[in-house]
Every structure is written in C-alpha cells, then in structure tokens.
C-alpha cells in the first residue's frame, strides 16, 4: 500500500464494532476492516460463530441479541474496556421478521424489525458518540437497503421498508447534530447481492433471470461491493463525507 493510499484507506489501530458480524455482509465488513488494520469488535447473536471469527480477524467478539434493547449499551461499554474508545461502528445488523403483505402484518412482527433495523443503531450511536467526541473524530456507518427507497414487486416488506428508509433520516439528524465533534454519520443501501441467504435464489433459474432484467450492470454483486463502500466511509478517504445514503444496487435504482 503507498502512502497515500495507507493514510486514506488504512484504518491503523483505530476500533471498530461491526454488528450482524456473525455471518454475511456483517462478517465480510468485519474481515475487511481488520485488514485495513482495525482492532475490530465483532457483535451477534451467535456465540460460536462469532468466536471463530474474532480468532480468524485477531478481534473480539461481543455476543449479544440487539433486539433487546436495555443490553445494547453494554456492548460499547465492554469494546471500551477491552480494545478502548471506538472511533467506528458498522450497524450491519438487521432482518425481517414477516412475509406477509402490508396489511396483515402482526404488530409484534412490525415491533420487532422497528427495534432491531432502527432502534438498536440508534442506540448503539448514543453509546459511541461520548468516546467520539472525546476523540475528536469518529464514523458512524448505518447499513439499510434500497427497500427503503423503491418498493420491490413480490417481496411483501412494509415494516423492513419503513426502518430501513428510517436509518437514511437518522443519519441526516446525527450528521448535523455530531459534525462539530468530528463525528460523520453514513447510510450504505445495498442492493441484491449474493450471500448465504440469497443464493438460491440467485442460483434458480427464475430468480437468476429476474435479477439479470433489473439490474443494469451485467454482474453479480457480492459482498465485497458493499464492504468497499463501507470500508471507504469507516476511514479518512471520506473525511468531508457525512450525511449521505450511498447507494450500492448495481444500478437497480437509477432504471
């Protein structure tokens, strides 16, 4: 890596928390910052998981279900004492919790996406801001989804829609109210790309057409696409950056 590149990319020392990180988008953002050179805390439910990870990345791995909301502070308390103050945090965790159509979502389901996609990054937030401000500096990376922008024709999301499209309207509120600490706030809205969970579809024969038709790029998005975005955010190559939904689809969005 040239200097230049290293001081814009490298992300040398500085702390990070990545939740979701136990599989998908969350684990590859996780393995893509730690090496970049951050100490990188991994967040999830899943215990075993996450452990292996933290071996594989030299990190820490913090297990904790974000859906519950009193426990959320804990996290930040913990990376603080372990790796020290956080300067990032990658709120990759999210799901949904209903297929049904818009007006037969149960409550309960809508309540518990409006609490993990939003409430929780909202929280977790308020938990790093203290460290980042103290700091002086700070990025703050908000994973939603191009269904917070455009409907998707035959996927029933209303509740999944409206928290994610709510992270775009958290983070214009955050970047205003923290800039003047050094603290940028930013959305990255993926697209379709493949993982563990979209891989048959990508791979069934309707579903593989469906993508190609609507997305203009003739490639297939992964993971990575979405952690170079992240990674570009989390560090000083996008140091006049805050405020901003970036939009990572392949072109889905710009039909």
């Known amino acids: 890596m040239t200097d230049t590149a290293a001081r814009l990319f490298g992300l040398q020392s500085r702390v990070a928390i990545v939740t979701g990180a136990s599989s998908g988008l969350g684990a590859a953002t996780a ?10 805390a991994v967040v999830a439910r899943r215990k075993e998981r996450l452990m292996e990870l933290a071996a594989r990345i030299d990190g820490l791995a913090v297990a904790c279900d974000l859906s519950n909301l009193d426990s959320v502070a804990t996290v930040v308390a913990e990376v603080a004492e372990t790796l020290g103050p956080p300067e990032i945090l990658v709120n990759a965790a999210g799901n949904r919790f209903s297929d049904e159509r818009a007006e037969s979502e ?27 401000r103290d700091l002086g500096r700070g990025s703050i990376v908000n994973v939603s989804s191009i269904s917070g922008h455009v409907g998707v024709p035959g996927i029933p999301q209303a509740s999944y829609a409206a928290s994610k499209l709510g992270l775009s309207g958290l983070t214009a509120e955050l970047a205003v109210q923290w800039a003047r600490h050094g603290v940028r706030v930013n959305t990255v809205a993926p697209g379709f790309f493949r993982s563990e969970i979209t891989g048959d579809f990508y791979d069934s024969e309707r579903g593989g057409d469906w993508l190609r038709r609507n997305t203009p790029l003739p490639i297939e998005g992964t ?33």
């Open 31 to 40: 393995a893509t910052l730690a090496g970049l050179g951050a100490r990188v």
């Open 106 to 132: 149960r409550l309960e389901d809508i309540q518990a996406t409006i609490d993990l996609n939003l409430l929780a990054p909202f929280r977790l937030a308020q938990a790093a801001f203290p460290h980042m």
């Open 223 to 255: 993971a990575d696409d979405i952690t170079g975005a992240i990674a570009w955010l989390a560090g000083d190559a996008a140091r006049y950056v805050t405020g901003q939904t970036i939009v990572v689809d392949g072109g889905w969005t710009a039909r």
